[in-house]
């Protein structure tokens, strides 16, 4: 430390350190730890006594032109593309994809919005981006990537509940329980979803279904819900039987409904609708063939009063 410590040992004429010829010396003065040696190459590279290292000129000479380039490609927009081409063959590219939570949507559609090429490094993979592409996707609600290094992306995806199939002319959309559309009906279990019809049918339909489902029986028979001149609905079962309900007192129609099915089976005879929009009367259309055979009944019938022997008396 006495060779750092400037002013000491030497009488006022005494020449102390210099930098390229600027004096140095200060009385009393002891430079921090850290400059040290620093200064003491500067000093002896002002003094001359300084040697350079063997090969320093084309280390230096590397060095600027490794930082020329680097700056170079900073300016040009590149430097992400460096980044992910050095790190991707030093063992870091992408190399497998986990994707959880996903039930109708296909991974395939997932893989297509991380946008990978082979060589995409984990390093400079933008795991954000990734993820608001994939929320654009129909059945996706919410969606989270993450880096799992040193070389996969763990993606968990939250999907949109179905509530029903919606049908519009021929058209045929899976929708919410809010009546936003998520996608196109696709087929699958899809087909078991209710069947809703009609404009404003998407709005009416969560409040009727839960009535609905009050009478279980009822409901396995559906196959459609058909909403009438935004007024009223008409039910479609499987056999073909179609029930007209009214505007007003829908609930009190479909309780009688289910007791009359219960006390008499009319659902399960040969008509083809019933028309319960009068408060007073319930109307039962016969279907072609049950006419037919109902017409011919009531032509047989004069005949065999005819037929019938006199009583004498």
């Not at 750092?4 to 140095?24: C, E, I, R, T």
């Not at 763990?154 to 021929?170: K, N, Y």
């Amino acid at each position: 430390m006495s060779a750092l410590k400037w002013g000491q040992g030497k009488g006022k004429g005494a020449a102390g350190p210099a930098l390229f010829g600027m004096p140095l010396s200060f009385d009393h003065f002891v430079l921090p730890r850290l400059l040290r040696r620093p200064v003491r190459v500067l000093a002896r590279l002002g003094e001359g006594d300084f040697e350079a290292p063997p090969y320093c000129a084309a280390m230096l000479s590397a060095a600027l032109l490794v930082s020329s380039s680097a700056y170079g490609a900073y300016l040009g927009g590149y430097s992400d593309a460096i980044v992910q081409s050095v790190t991707a063959r030093t063992g870091f590219a992408v190399d497998q994809v986990k994707v959880v939570g996903n039930r109708e949507t296909s991974e395939i559609d997932i893989l297509d919005r991380l946008e990978l090429d082979g060589w995409t490094s984990l390093i400079g993979f933008d795991a954000e981006a990734a993820r608001e592409r994939i929320t654009t996707l129909p059945w996706v609600e919410a969606a989270a990537v993450r880096k799992v290094y040193p070389h996969t992306l763990e993606v968990r995806v939250e999907e949109r509940e179905p509530f029903a199939l919606w049908q519009q002319g021929s058209a045929l959309s899976v929708i919410e329980k809010s009546g936003t559309v998520i996608a196109p009906f696709s087929g699958g279990k899809q087909i078991l979803l209710p069947l809703i019809i009609g404009t404003d049918a998407p709005a009416k339909a969560p409040d009727f279904l839960a009535k609905i489902k009050n009478y279980p029986e009822l409901a396995a028979r559906i196959k459609g819900y058909i909403r009438i001149g935004e007024r009223r609905w008409d039910l479609k079962l499987e056999n073909g039987i179609t029930i007209k309900l009214p505007e007003d007192g829908e609930d009190q129609a479909i309780a009688d409904l289910v007791r009359m099915d219960h006390e008499n089976g009319l659902l399960t005879r040969d008509i083809a609708a019933v028309d319960m929009r009068l408060s007073d009367r319930l109307v039962v259309q016969l279907t072609p063939e049950a006419a037919t055979q109902r017409q011919a009944a009531l032509d047989e019938k004069p005949k065999m009063l005819k037929r019938k022997p006199e009583t004498k008396i």
